[in-house]
């Protein structure tokens, strides 16, 4: 029998795995782009999404690394998203050598709705929630992502008791 905390990992992981999976399938990215009026395939959606939560800039090969997508993967999907006017390649003011990817005014605008849709889709998902327990998921997933990214390397290995 496992402990009690494993037993309440897997779960969580089994919900969160179920969670990136529907979120991130084509049916579902096809749905929201069909709510907002957005004609984009999920890796252009994705890469607007990563685009705007970043500020509405980043570097090419942080854009890569986000998608889990080869460079030549990544330069034609910004070829995409350039020839639709939603990004365009600016200077790195860090770095006269580099260039950035960044929202147009078009980009910016398709982002909000691309977002405003994901707003309404966990309005929907959330709908009978009160308030508090809307409040508690958000600051909960939140203090989550942090520890991801925070906490300690989950691939190393720890000294056998």
Do not use: N
């Not at 709705?113 to 998902?125: I, R």
């Amino acid at each position: 029998m496992e402990p009690p905390e494993q037993e309440l990992h897997r779960a969580t992981l089994r919900a969160l795995t179920r969670l990136m999976s529907q979120w991130s399938s084509l049916d579902f990215q096809r749905r929201i782009t069909a709510e907002c009026g957005v004609s984009l395939d999920p890796a252009a959606v994705r890469a607007l999404y990563g685009l705007g939560i970043a500020g509405g800039s980043a570097r090419p090969s942080d854009i890569a690394d986000d998608l889990h997508l080869s460079r030549p993967s990544t330069s034609k999907l910004l070829a995409r998203l350039t020839e639709a006017g939603l990004v365009e390649r600016t200077p790195d003011p860090g770095d006269r050598r580099a260039a950035r990817i960044t929202l147009t005014d078009d980009g910016r605008r398709t982002y909000e709705q691309l977002f405003t849709a994901g707003v309404a889709l966990l309005g929907g998902a959330t709908a009978g929630w009160d308030e508090a327990e809307v409040r508690t998921l958000a600051a909960l997933l939140t203090r989550f992502t942090d520890g991801l990214l925070t906490g300690p390397d989950p691939t190393a290995q720890t000294p056998a008791d």
